[in-house]
């Protein structure tokens, strides 16, 4: 038995979905697990990690838990001990996912939930010939796993509704977001939306309509941007103006009787329709190898979501409840840790350096961290009393590269009267200071526009963290200036 304190996940199947599972548990703290008898699994899982590595901690602005322990087994009973969540992910093949299921609960703990990456497969077909059906669930993720938030979970008539919901936090605790689907059916919700699109571009290729690289194009210029922070019905919403959905449909239902579609009927995959079809993909995006893709498509997906993260809107906000349920950083040599994040790959210059807008841009919220420990939270804004920015300079000491991770300290400097003045150290792993910026802002009357001095616990406060700060030598750029 470990001796690890660790939640345990068991990975069984180590491919693309597997290797993707593994990393989103295994970067927030959990250890892993894995069970696959493919002698490249150790390889192919480590690459999927790295891709992780690099991309999930950028999403957020907040330092991830520890990374937890990986193991590899050639053992499924030692694999799926002890483990808290179990996720199957072999191949799509019924029978085969029985004899797993079958070997996966003959060992594994008794009230832990074992969810299947399927696609297809209702939980009820899963279940068939099960000892304890109850047990498994369909928990079908979407790749890649360690990014994408979605996670359709399907339960059937024998799953428990408390541990269904159980299932479901733990999935949360992971930044998952779990979409219960309510009734059983083939390809559960988001697989049998692709498949109509899918269906669709096979016959825009096959009556030689468009090519692979214009329907692509059609989609990530076009709707693609809109489905990413709206899904189809809020789209559409929008689309009926200011009379809404009802108008939308009033207007435009007709067309769906019109034979604009083929979703019935699939072109049949000829030799030569599929060699077409390969030759287009490979003209389209050949010249890149599937692991730069990957990068590629990390870095893309890290910026848009980002970008929802900002709104909350979609996966920014599944991004920014998990965001607040990780735990707050450590005070470092007395001082406060006012961030404390991964660079990610959006913030960097063509050198392949942080730009320097972003260096402001974690002393801003470094700054804002700083307000809310000293009472001058988002409540206290609300009531008319905030902090504004007055002045800032920036020394930069050390370059920051994107996948870095830094913790920022904040030593008070002054906070007497209407001034705040801070002093930020950006510190790398290595324990370097990698850049500082002092920061003057003075105490605002929001409803006035004008300076006052604070009152109440933000005044108290501050006393307090300046007696604690008095005795702290000064900072070597403090009071510096251009030239």
Same mark, same amino acid.
Request: glycine share 8%; aromatic share 6%.
């Given at each position: ?312 809107? !979609?996966?920014?906000? *599944?991004?920014?409840? %998990?965001?607040?349920? =990780?735990? #707050?950083?450590?005070?470092? &040599?007395?001082?406060? $840790? ?46 008319? !009393?905030?902090?504004? *920015?007055?002045?800032? %300079?920036?020394?930069? =000491?050390? #370059?920051?590269?994107?996948? &870095?991770?830094?913790? $920022? ?46 009152? !109440?616990?933000?005044? *108290? ?23």
């Amino acid at each position: 038995m470990s001796t690890s304190t660790n939640k345990k996940a068991a990975i069984i199947g180590g491919g693309v979905i597997g290797g993707g599972w593994a990393s989103r548990f295994l970067l927030n703290g959990w250890d892993v697990a894995v069970f696959d008898p493919d002698p490249q699994a150790k390889r192919k899982i480590n690459e999927v990690l790295a891709n992780a590595r690099c991309s999930l901690p950028a999403l957020y602005d907040r330092s991830l838990p520890d990374e937890g322990t990986l193991t590899f087994h050639d053992d499924l009973a030692k694999a799926v001990s002890d483990a808290q969540w179990i996720q199957e992910s072999v191949p799509e093949q019924l029978a085969l996912k029985h004899k797993i299921l079958a070997q996966i609960q003959a060992h594994a703990p008794s009230d832990c939930l074992i969810g299947s990456s399927t696609s297809g497969f209702k939980p009820s077909e899963l279940q068939q010939g099960s000892i304890k059906p109850e047990q498994i669930v369909v928990a079908h993720p979407f790749n890649p796993v360690y990014l994408l938030p979605l996670i359709e979970v399907v339960p059937s008539a024998a799953t428990d509704a408390s541990v269904l919901e159980a299932g479901c936090d733990l999935l949360r605790s992971v930044g998952l977001k779990p979409l219960v689907v309510r009734k059983e059916i083939d390809a559960h919700i988001a697989d049998r939306l692709l498949e109509a699109v899918w269906r669709e571009g096979l016959w825009l290729v096959h009556d030689e309509v468009a090519t692979t690289e214009e329907i692509d194009d059609a989609i990530r210029y076009g709707f693609g941007l809109r489905w990413a922070q709206m899904g189809l019905f809020e789209t559409y919403r929008i689309a009926g103006g200011e009379a809404g959905m009802e108008h939308f449909i009033g207007q435009f239902g007709p067309a769906l009787k019109w034979p604009w579609t083929k979703l019935m009927d699939v072109p049949e995959l000829t030799p030569e329709l599929t060699a077409r079809i390969a030759q287009q993909s490979d003209d389209q995006s050949g010249h890149m190898s599937i692991r730069d893709l990957e990068r590629l498509r990390d870095d893309n997906l890290v910026g848009m979501m980002r970008a929802l993260k900002k709104s909350g809107s !979609g996966a920014g906000g *599944t991004i920014n409840d %998990h965001e607040a349920s =990780l735990p #707050e950083p450590m005070p470092m &040599d007395d001082l406060p $840790v006012t961030g404390d994040r991964q660079i990610p790959q959006s913030w960097t210059d063509y050198n392949g350096h942080m730009n320097e807008a972003h260096y402001v841009e974690v002393s801003a919220q470094a700054s804002d961290r700083f307000m809310e420990m000293i009472g001058a939270d988002a409540d206290y804004i609300a009531n008319g !009393g905030s902090y504004f *920015t007055v002045e800032t %300079h920036v020394c930069y =000491l050390n #370059e920051i590269s994107a996948g &870095d991770h830094i913790r $920022v300290t904040t030593q008070l400097i002054n906070g007497e009267g209407k001034k705040l003045h801070l002093f930020h150290r950006l510190i790398n792993d290595e324990g370097a200071v990698a850049a500082t910026v002092e920061t003057l802002l003075l105490h605002v009357d929001i409803k006035t526009r004008r300076t006052s001095e604070p009152g !109440g616990v933000v005044a *108290t406060n501050l006393a307090e963290m300046a007696k604690r700060h008095a005795s702290l030598a000064k900072p070597d750029q403090l009071g510096r200036a251009i030239g």
